[in-house]
């Protein structure tokens, strides 16, 4: 008999709802004793101390949040990601790699720099994009909250 | 940002390095490039080398930190204060300021003499700071002098340098900052 290698699922997209309510999809699609849980956006808590910055601070570029957000995607991995696969448990990431990317792309960053931005994200075992906006609420995800807050 | 998480020893190497390539963007965006674009001189205490050495020695790939920084803002004129690892960690224990913060406890985290800590990752910053200095043409000041003595050698050294053009291969970083509409009257 194999072990089977835990599920690692990337979900995203531009809706924030719509990836939550992809991601909780996909979790509950693992069995009950190997579910590890959703890995949300902001978990390290920057993008809130950075949305409650003051004016004078000035308002942050694509480039500058996308590194913001690498560094969150690199906390996320160290205490979240990697600790629930290595307990052999499957975890959703939502959002993951793809959202930046396609955010930083639609601000007219270099596909170079953003591969090298997240040379150090493993590759998912699967990944999902929510498509479908959830209209039930507003999201609040990351490129809402880029829209809402970038040059 | 930085201070409160490095505070609590909560940054691995990769966070920490994107953290200041954050901070490092967000500055150049506004205030570095707005400054040089209305024509004044901007004074950087420190800059992008710094990060370079520090992460280095941290165990990150030159490379990687390298590219996180592009389009690259290149100064007219990079000081190096050199000093050994010995005068570096005297200078923090007497430093009070230095001393009441976690910074050589936080610097090699397999080492539990923070003294021995700090002059094992410093030796190591000392020597990213020479390969860099020998790659980017740095101008090294022996720190080991005397203050008025530096700053003597600084005045000179500055006064020579002072006239001088925008820089060509600072284009990209330029371009990339007019386009988010810096420059803007």
Do not use: C
């Amino acid at each position: 008999m194999t072990a089977r290698k835990p599920a690692f699922t990337a979900v995203d997209g531009i809706d924030g709802a719509a990836i939550v309510a992809a991601a909780r999809t996909a979790l509950a699609s693992i069995d009950r004793e190997a579910r590890g849980g959703i890995s949300h956006w902001d978990a390290s808590g920057l993008f809130g101390e950075a949305a409650v910055a003051g004016d004078e601070a000035g308002r942050p570029s694509a480039r500058t949040l996308l590194l913001l957000y690498a560094a969150d995607l690199a906390f996320r991995l160290r205490w979240e990601i990697r600790p629930a696969l290595a307990e052999g448990r499957g975890v959703v990431a939502a959002p993951y790699v793809d959202t930046a990317v396609a955010f930083g792309r639609a601000a007219g960053i270099e596909r170079a720099w953003l591969a090298n931005l997240f040379q150090f994200a493993p590759r998912p075992n699967q990944r999902r994009f929510a498509d479908e906006a959830a209209r039930s609420r507003r999201g609040h995800g990351f490129v809402e909250f880029a829209l809402e807050h970038a040059t | 940002m930085i201070k409160s998480r490095k505070a609590l020893h909560a940054l691995s190497p990769e966070e920490f390095s994107l953290l200041h390539a954050a901070d490092f963007r967000h500055r150049v965006e506004q205030q570095v490039l707005p400054a040089l674009w209305d024509g004044k001189l901007v004074i950087a205490d420190r800059f992008l080398f710094t990060g370079l050495a520090r992460d280095v020695a941290r165990g990150l790939d030159l490379d990687w930190v390298l590219k996180l920084y592009q389009p690259l803002l290149w100064p007219d004129l990079v000081f190096y204060f050199a000093v050994s690892p010995a005068t570096s960690g005297r200078r923090v224990v007497g430093d009070a300021d230095a001393a009441a913060s976690t910074k050589p406890a936080r610097t090699s985290p397999h080492v539990d003499d923070p003294v021995e800590s700090y002059q094992r990752f410093i030796t190591r910053v000392i020597r990213e700071y020479e390969s860099l200095a020998l790659i980017f043409n740095f101008i090294t000041v022996d720190a080991e002098r005397s203050i008025g003595e530096q700053h003597r050698q600084i005045r000179g050294l500055f006064r020579d340098g002072a006239q001088r053009p925008w820089s060509d291969w600072n284009a990209d970083a330029v371009a990339d900052w007019l386009a988010i509409g810096g420059g803007a009257a």
